[in-house]
């Protein structure tokens, strides 16, 4: 029987490294996909059982390298869609650049490594996959048209695999998850000072690695983390498109 193996992208900090701590807890061996090998061989060191595989999502040759060893695992019972990363500026003004980057990493990454994990999950009739989505999924806003509309993918993609999934009474499962304002290194790259954010708003990355592995173990398929966050997005899917547009738009010129 091969080892039981979780696949995690952006291992190297944040919310990955939160559930490479939290899954080789649980008695994983972990393959931990990042750019930074540095930060993945540390990391790999003070888990029982890792190994660090350097690849840059937003190209094809990295995707390539992850999909490989997604090929050439037949013990993969979790994959954690998780790297992911912001950008500032309105859609046209933004360098063209970094949005194509986005949509490689949220989106092409995405699809290609749920593909080649799910053959070989519903072949073998067990495993599961995580993609890590956002608050931002279920919403717009201006200065952020790529982030908000990416993870709206990464939330449809998730709940049409289920269908298909549950419609071949299979028992592999996804969840998107849609963590809100997490303390992570996200903002810090993105250049945006975290004390403009109000403090209720923010989650530790222990309680929303937390929230989706209870809700992966219920077999959830999205998952908000926090009771705030789940208020929130209750109130943007349950408003009227009217009112909800209203709310946008008096945001609008704070963002950009
Ligand atoms: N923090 C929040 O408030 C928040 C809220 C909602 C959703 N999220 C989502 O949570 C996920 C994790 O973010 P985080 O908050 O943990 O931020 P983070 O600490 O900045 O971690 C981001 C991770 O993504 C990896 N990554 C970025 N670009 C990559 C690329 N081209 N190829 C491979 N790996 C790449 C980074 O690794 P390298 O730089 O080493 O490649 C890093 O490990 C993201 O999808 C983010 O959108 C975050």
């Known amino acids: 029987m091969p080892r039981k193996l979780a696949l995690i992208t952006g291992a190297s900090s944040g919310i990955g490294e939160t559930f490479a701590r939290k899954l080789a807890a649980r008695g994983y061996a972990l393959l931990l996909v990042a750019r930074r090998e540095d930060r993945l061989q540390r990391l790999a060191s003070e888990l029982p059982d890792a190994e660090a595989l350097a690849a840059d999502l937003s190209t094809s040759s990295g995707i390539s390298k992850v999909e490989n060893a997604i090929a050439s695992s037949p ?3 979790l994959l954690v869609n998780n790297a992911g990363f912001g950008t500032l500026g ?7 650049a970094g949005q194509q980057q986005m949509l490689d990493v949220h989106i092409t990454a995405i699809m290609r490594l749920t593909h080649a994990a799910l053959r070989g999950m519903t072949e073998r009739g067990r495993g599961a996959v995580i993609s890590v989505s956002s608050v931002a999924g279920f919403n717009q806003s201006a200065g952020n048209v790529m982030y908000c509309s990416s993870k709206a993918w990464i939330n449809s993609f998730t709940l049409g ?3 298909e999934l549950r419609g071949l009474n299979s028992p592999v499962r996804v969840q998107a998850l849609c963590p809100g304002f997490t303390v992570t290194e996200f903002h810090d790259t993105l250049g945006v000072n975290p004390n403009l954010i109000p403090r209720w708003l923010w989650m530790t990355a222990d309680d929303v690695v937390e929230d989706s592995l209870r809700g992966l173990d219920r077999g959830d398929v999205i998952v908000v983390p926090g009771w705030k966050y789940k208020a929130i997005v209750a109130g943007m899917r349950f408003l009227p498109m009217s009112a909800l547009r209203r709310i946008q738009k008096l945001r609008r010129d704070r963002r950009v």
């Open 75 to 77: 013990g993969l019972e």
């Open 90 to 96: 309105r859609f046209w003004q933004a360098p063209l």
């Open 161 to 163: 695999l289920d269908l």
